[in-house]
């Protein structure tokens, strides 16, 4: 399982740094884009380290930019089959709240989400590296 939670890990980070890559490629400063996307997923993975679920998802409804990027993605993530940690109701914080009372199930999601942020923050350092050097060369 631990093979397979990587690989669905590493999946949702692509698809966040593919949104925040096709924002930057529509805006003129797209270097400081993807400064503040590499900011904001860093800041979200320290309020899900020491706030919790919960509040992680709450920081991701209040900034607009990256957080509703992160937010869809996160929540995909959680619904998915076969993981299905979480359902895809009408009342999303009514959902995480069940969510929540089960501690396995609980840490399974934080440590997914946690997996996710990790890598995306991984791939828009290599994404900002490549764009400060276009040559090729990274340092």
Do not use: W
């Not at 309020?47 to 992160?70: C, H, M, P, S």
């Not at 942020?117 to 828009?124: D, G, K």
């Amino acid at each position: 399982m631990k093979e397979n939670m990587d690989m669905i890990a590493a999946g949702y980070a692509q698809m966040i740094v593919k949104g925040i890559e096709i924002q930057k490629q529509e805006e003129d400063d797209g270097l400081q884009k993807l400064r503040q996307a590499e900011n904001h997923v860093t800041k979200s993975l320290g309020i899900l380290q020491e706030n919790g679920l919960y509040a992680f998802f709450l920081y991701q409804d209040v900034e607009t930019v990256f957080g509703k990027r992160i937010s869809s993605c996160c929540r995909s993530l959680l619904e998915e089959q076969p993981i299905a940690l979480l359902k895809s109701g009408d009342d999303f914080y009514k959902d995480l709240m069940a969510l929540c009372s089960g501690l396995d199930r609980l840490f399974l999601a934080k440590e997914l989400i946690e997996r996710v942020l990790v890598y995306a923050r991984y791939h828009l350092k290599a994404g900002r590296k490549k764009s400060n050097n276009p040559g090729g060369e990274m340092n």
